[in-house]
């Protein structure tokens, strides 16, 4: 779809990018991510580390600390995603359209605010813990997905959008039916650039007490422990690159056949 | 002249459903105006048109004068600001859109189709607004595939950026006549195929035109297309002002000022060589044989006829290929005959010009007519076509009233 990749080079979204891997990243990437993990885990048993640095480091506790880093994620990515979806399609569609650019402009705000700044904002107004987290890393989700929802829309070629309301579809209609499975690609590219970012983000949101892998590191930095800091450090990557791996898979599987 | 006649037969039965019967509707374009805001001069102004049941209507033009503004206003993908359109004896300026199109057929410039849904969800499509039941949409797919000279078996599945783009066309044509509507409106249909393609896809709707008899509003740019194809032509100036409307014959011999005679362009006694049409020539008849027949017996019917070659039918009376007396005295030579992809063959539709082309790249001195379902015609001959076209020459320059197309 040439259209859909002009539309794309816009200055806006940057981080924008329906780009099709080749076949081997599908392979590298999640093993590299494993032989990460394993290295760390392997790093752990053979460094030299006292009790307190096990303790911070045994499985029960990496576990939690994963699982409080996903739960954050996941529920700020269905957010943004339930938000600024339909705030996208709202911005392709008759006099609302004007709107797109400031729109467009305000969310990259949200983009260019520093992530720790936006959680920290998060924590001041809904208070220290999980809320205030989640809201954070939700304003910081809604520009990869309003760009590339309202860049997919207009991607579709207009001449498909009037045969299909010279057929008879109506505007809904050719809205579900036409327009959306068009542009789904771009539009759940933009939910993986989201959900990356915010995967990788998550890991400040121990600052404001609201758990996650972030904590190995700091408690690495406070405490001077160097292995939990680089066992942290390399989890969080490996989950976010781990994350992006499983959203490629599954735009691949959601792409409509034929296009 | 119901519209509830016109949407209602022909549809899940997959033959007879021709007929010389018309089943389009007459289109009444009464003063219809567009008018943008903040624009001084009308787009389209104060336009008024009959276009008659059943007949092709051609709308020319340069570009930018109005003529898809115009047809679009037929189907109300622009809403016209004054003046009203009637179809049948309605009046639908003022009937809920959405389903005012699901009646009239719309085909446009290089298909349109659905890139994510197969040809048959494309074709499907309307069938499935007006809620038809399964069987009977699966049933008007393949029926439709096969009226537009596709394998049902082989394209149904396809997406359409596995097809040609001829191909593609075909399938367009097929969907805009999916729920048999009595109009349809199609907008430079054939502008983005190559000429061999356009010429083929342009006879193949004479042929459709002349088993279907809807009503066509047709836009195009091209005033060859417009003589081809159309029963009447509109030629338009800007603003939509209609300078002549007439059948092409009239349009050719009498155009009204210098403005329709520099939009004829040069050689329009040429031109009027593709107004005949070879439904309109003596047919002859060749040898012919059935696919399973007997060789020996086909063979003494072409000597009994004086002919050399016999032409081969499938059991739906299809031409196959042509088969010399040598190659028919071999031993079940008539047992296994598949079609020959190179068979020239014109339609009772075709013009002339289509006939005589055909008959120079093949070696036959003949070409095989086929009309309805394909089903062999006759032959015609070198020399009809060249009695034809002595006879159009000494007729041409002054045609007071050429017979009706």
Redesign the interface.
């Given at each position: 779809m040439p259209d859909t990749a002009a539309a794309m080079d816009q200055p806006v979204s940057t981080n924008v990018s329906t780009d099709r891997p080749s076949r081997l990243r599908y392979v590298v990437q999640p093993v590299l991510c494993v032989v990460a993990v394993a290295a760390a885990l392997i790093y752990v048993r053979v460094a030299d580390v006292d009790e307190s640095e096990q303790r911070s480091l045994g499985t029960s506790t990496l576990l939690t600390l994963l699982r409080e880093h996903l739960v954050i994620s996941l529920i700020a990515t269905v957010l943004v995603s339930v938000i600024a979806i339909p705030l996208g399609v709202a911005l392709t569609r008759g006099s609302l359209r004007r709107y797109s650019k400031p729109v467009i402009t305000v969310a990259g705000f949200g983009q260019a605010a520093p992530a720790i700044g936006l959680i920290a904002l998060g924590a001041a107004i809904f208070g220290i813990g999980r809320t205030g987290a989640v809201i954070a890393l939700t304003v910081y989700g809604v520009l990869p997905i309003v760009a590339n929802t309202v860049a997919g829309l207009d991607g579709v070629d207009v001449?498909?959008i009037?045969?299909?309301?010279?057929?008879?579809?109506?505007a809904w209609?050719t809205l579900l039916r036409?327009e959306l499975?068009?542009a789904l690609a771009v539009i759940v590219a933009g939910v993986r650039t989201a959900l990356v970012l915010i995967v990788g983000t998550a890991a400040l949101a121990t600052f404001t007490g609201a758990g996650g892998l972030g904590t190995l590191i700091t408690t690495g930095i406070t405490l001077q422990q160097n292995v939990t800091l680089v066992v942290g450090a390399i989890l969080v990557a490996a989950l976010a690159l781990f994350i992006d791996w499983l959203a490629r898979l599954l735009e691949l599987v959601a792409a409509?056949?034929?296009? | 002249m119901s519209d509830s006649v016109a949407t209602k037969t022909s549809t899940s039965s997959s033959t007879g459903s021709g007929g010389d019967s018309v089943h389009g509707e007459q289109i009444v374009l009464d003063g219809i105006t567009k008018r943008y805001p903040r624009q001084k001069t009308a787009a389209v102004d104060n336009v008024s048109l009959t276009i008659p049941a059943g007949e092709t209507v051609m709308l020319v033009g340069p570009s930018g004068c109005g003529k898809t503004t115009t047809m679009?206003m037929i189907?109300r993908?622009i809403e016209p600001t004054g003046g009203r359109i009637l179809i049948g004896e309605e009046d639908v300026t003022k009937i809920n859109a959405?389903?005012?199109?699901?009646?009239i057929g719309?085909v446009?410039?290089?298909a349109?189709l659905?890139?994510?849904?197969?040809v048959a969800d494309n074709i499907a499509?309307?069938p499935r607004?007006l809620k038809w039941d399964k069987k009977r949409v699966s049933d008007r797919v393949d029926e439709l595939l096969e009226l537009v000279n596709l394998d049902a078996g082989q394209y149904r599945d396809r997406?359409?950026?596995?097809l040609s783009g001829g191909q593609q066309q075909r399938v367009g044509v097929a969907?805009g006549l999916a729920a048999d509507p009595p109009v349809l409106?199609m907008d430079e249909p054939f502008g983005a195929v190559d000429p061999i393609t356009r010429a083929r896809l342009q006879d193949e709707l004479l042929r459709l035109q002349d088993e279907l008899g809807k009503t066509i509003v047709f836009v195009t740019h091209d005033f060859d297309e417009a003589v081809k194809l159309g029963d009447r032509i509109a030629i338009l100036q800007v603003g939509s002002q209609i300078v002549q409307y007439d059948t092409p014959e009239n349009i050719l011999a009498h155009p009204a000022d210098d403005f329709v005679a520099g939009f004829v362009g040069h050689g329009a006694v040429l031109k009027q060589l593709s107004l005949g049409r070879v439904r309109d020539v003596e047919l002859h008849e060749a040898a012919v044989a059935h696919v399973g027949g007997d060789p020996r017996e086909a063979a003494a019917k072409a000597k009994a006829l004086g002919r050399e070659h016999v032409i081969v039918l499938d059991s739906q009376d299809r031409p196959q290929r042509w088969l010399s007396l040598t190659e028919l005295a071999r031993r079940g030579a008539l047992d296994n005959v598949t079609r020959d992809r190179d068979l020239n063959v014109v339609n009772t539709a075709s013009t002339l010009n289509d006939a005589l082309e055909s008959m120079l790249v093949s070696s036959h001195g003949v070409v095989v007519v086929t009309g309805r379902r394909n089903a062999y015609q006759g032959v015609v001959r070198v020399e009809t076509i060249m009695a034809a076209i002595q006879d159009l020459r000494s007729t041409a320059p002054s045609t007071p009233e050429p017979a009706d197309a």
């Open positions: 001449k498909l009037e045969a299909a309301r010279g057929m008879g579809m109506s209609s036409v499975p068009l409509p056949k034929g296009v | 679009k189907n993908l959405d389903q005012l199109r699901r009646r719309y446009i410039q290089g349109g659905f890139p994510h849904m197969s499509l309307v607004l997406y359409p950026r596995e969907r409106l």
